[in-house]
């Protein structure tokens, strides 16, 4: 079978942790920041850690698990 291949656009915007879960920036930053509060646009700078529902597609897509 052959390997499988990176999707290149999850590549950039996923990382490994060393406990092998996946990590991401939030959504929300891009713009109309103005009208967000002090605390949530501190809070959107936080990474988030991607749920285990999401993991194993994730994972098919960065060609983790094959």
């Given at each position: 079978?052959?390997?499988?291949k990176?999707?290149?656009?999850?590549?950039?915007?996923?990382?490994?942790?060393?406990?092998?879960k996946?990590?991401?920036?939030?959504?929300?930053?891009?713009?109309l920041?103005?009208?967000?509060?002090?605390?949530?646009?501190?809070?959107?700078?936080k990474?988030?850690?991607?749920?285990?529902?999401?993991s194993?597609?994730?994972?098919?897509?960065?060609?983790?698990m094959?």
């Amino acid at each position: 079978m052959p390997k499988l291949k990176t999707n290149k656009s999850a590549a950039k915007r996923f990382r490994v942790t060393k406990n092998g879960k996946l990590k991401h920036s939030r959504a929300g930053r891009g713009h109309l920041l103005s009208g967000k509060s002090r605390k949530r646009k501190r809070q959107l700078r936080k990474r988030k850690i991607a749920t285990p529902a999401d993991s194993a597609r994730l994972q098919r897509l960065l060609g983790l698990m094959g």
